[in-house]
């Protein structure tokens, strides 16, 4: 069993920064690859980045590539998305999600999820 709790969320101008965490209680956090993914209000929960379980290797949506970073700590149990450059479309809720095994850019195929920091970012 893995617990996530997401943290970092809240109200930016647009251009600004915001850097989310997510930390994870439980075993072996180092045996998950870790997602960020977002939902924005009557719109499906969309892939944001993912970092395979060594934080070797990452992905990124087209739409937030060059501005977003994701980034894990194993030692802390711990996974960043530093985002840059923001942009009002980037408004949702940030979800960060366990998923035993390789990355996966599919959020259906994650195992264990938070509950979520709401990011808002004004033009």
């Known amino acids: 069993q893995v617990q996530l709790v997401e943290s970092g969320g809240g109200l930016v101008q647009a251009g600004g920064s915001l850097r989310l965490s997510c930390a994870a209680s439980g075993r072996a956090f180092s045996n998950y690859a870790m997602g960020w993914f977002r939902q924005a209000p009557g719109k499906e929960r969309d892939f944001v980045a993912v970092?395979?379980?060594?934080?070797?290797?990452?992905y990124y949506a087209d739409s937030v590539k060059g501005r977003f970073t994701i980034s894990r700590d194993n030692a802390k149990n711990t996974v960043y998305l530093q985002m840059n450059s923001l942009k009002p479309e980037d408004t949702a809720v940030y979800y960060c999600?366990?998923?035993?095994?390789?990355?996966?850019?599919?959020?259906?195929?994650?195992?264990?999820w938070g509950q979520g920091t709401q990011v808002t970012v004004s033009s």
């Open positions: 970092i395979s379980r060594s934080g070797g290797n990452t």
């Open positions: 999600a366990a998923r035993r095994g390789a990355s996966s850019f599919a959020w259906g195929e994650y195992h264990y």
